[in-house]
């Protein structure tokens, strides 16, 4: 079904930071799958790890202990806050899994008949259809009505529509189960929480007994340059997310507790290939290949490289660019409001210039390229990226 709207280029194999396509053309990749291929194309531990995976076991039920599963669940609780895990396949699914966590936690801690969480305008979630009513964007609501009831939203980094959404929602008795939101906002635009703003949320949830639950799709296994995005706001969610990076480009979710929010009983939730070992496998060799290669040094210092280089370019080009923002390795490239070109049309030039690149919105140009990046890759995609904005000079 046409679901995409696709650029006119067939990729066929990938290797580090770079994928060729049908024709032979070599592109520099800063898409990396949207964020999922975190150790980049054809990483030769990972290769190893999931051929002798395929040889040994590729999927068994969840009737069943696995022994792939409970290894990278243990690895993920030693290397967070959380205390369990459900594994699922996607980021949506995840989030799908923390709403039904929110509802039951609504429901059986709490006493809430309807239980409403609370996310943020502008956000992403996903496209199931309560990830979907979960998503602060209207654009990706419609069509799709009604969506799911029992989302309410306040503005991103505003904490007095926090407060005011707050108290009006739970003015006649407790309604509100859980906070459901990103640390930096992917999709709709780069947009970091402020610190202060995330630390209000986190004080309202715990005085009045509300689950804070991060997305950290985008922002987990190491794209901000610690493995979880809420380690750069010092402070922790009660549940959080993940997908994208963990499985290095194979899919897996999975939704992280802590104790107080470890509430699912048998029969509560499931997924046939959640957790597979194929995938587990994937995910513990991602993980430990991060901690292995220092991967976060790696992510912080092309973060500040490819901020640099951006600041740069804005100011060479101040009539169509506003600013950079993003931490880490996920960095987006305001352009001007008033400017006439979109984000769409520099990923086009992009493509052109042999430059893999994403929009997050129509006004933001999205860098998340494999947390492997050398320092001279960092050098050649500004200077690539330089070569497409001349064409707009
Ligand atoms: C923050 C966030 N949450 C959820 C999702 C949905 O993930 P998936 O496409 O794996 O369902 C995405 C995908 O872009 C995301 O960025």
Not at 104 to 126: C, D, M, Q, W
Not at 176 to 201: C, D, H, R, W, Y
């Amino acid at each position: 079904m046409e679901t995409y709207k696709r650029f006119p280029v067939s990729l066929k194999k990938g290797k580090g930071s770079w994928v060729w396509d049908d024709k032979g053309n070599k592109y520099l990749d800063g898409v990396a799958g949207i964020a999922t291929c975190s150790i980049g194309h054809s990483n030769k531990s990972l290769l190893r790890a999931l051929s002798r995976q395929l040889k040994k076991l590729q999927h068994v039920s969840n009737l069943y202990h696995i022994p792939e599963q409970e290894e990278l669940a243990q690895w993920l609780v030693s290397n967070s806050c959380a205390e369990s895990v459900f594994f699922c396949n996607s980021g949506a699914e995840a989030n799908e899994a923390a709403i039904k966590l929110s509802r039951k936690y609504g429901h059986t801690k709490r006493n809430i008949e309807k239980p409403v969480i609370l996310s943020a305008n502008s956000s992403f979630h996903g496209r199931t259809l309560a990830a979907l009513s979960a998503t602060g964007q209207q654009k990706y609501h419609q069509g799709f009505e009604p969506v799911v009831e029992g989302f309410n939203f306040f503005d991103f980094n505003n904490i007095d529509s926090f407060t005011t959404l707050f108290e009006s929602l739970e003015k006649n008795g407790p309604k509100i189960s859980s906070v459901l939101i990103e640390t930096i906002q992917g999709e709709g635009g780069v947009n970091p929480a402020n610190k202060g703003f995330l630390k209000m949320i986190r004080e309202v949830c715990t005085k009045n007994d509300i689950l804070l639950i991060f997305d950290e799709v985008q922002t987990g296994m190491g794209r901000t340059g610690t493995l979880w995005g809420y380690e750069q706001f010092g402070i922790e969610p009660d549940a959080f997310t993940i997908a994208k990076g963990l499985g290095g480009g194979h899919s897996i979710g999975a939704l992280l507790v802590k104790q107080t929010a470890n509430i699912f009983t048998p029969g509560d939730h499931a997924s046939t290939f959640g957790g597979n070992p194929f995938a587990c496998r994937a995910g513990v060799t991602v993980g430990k290949e991060i901690l292995r290669r220092k991967l976060l040094t790696n992510v912080i210092n092309r973060g500040k490289q490819l901020k640099e280089g951006l600041m740069n370019l804005i100011n060479k080009y101040p009539h169509l660019l506003s600013q950079s923002r993003g931490v880490g390795l996920l960095q987006g490239l305001v352009i001007r409001e008033e400017a006439s070109i979109t984000s769409i049309d520099i990923v086009e030039v992009a493509l052109k210039e042999r430059l893999l690149l994403v929009s997050a919105g129509l006004k933001v140009v999205r860098f998340v390229p494999p947390l492997t990046i050398s320092k001279n890759e960092v050098k050649e995609l500004l200077k690539r990226l330089n070569h497409c904005l001349e064409n707009f000079a």
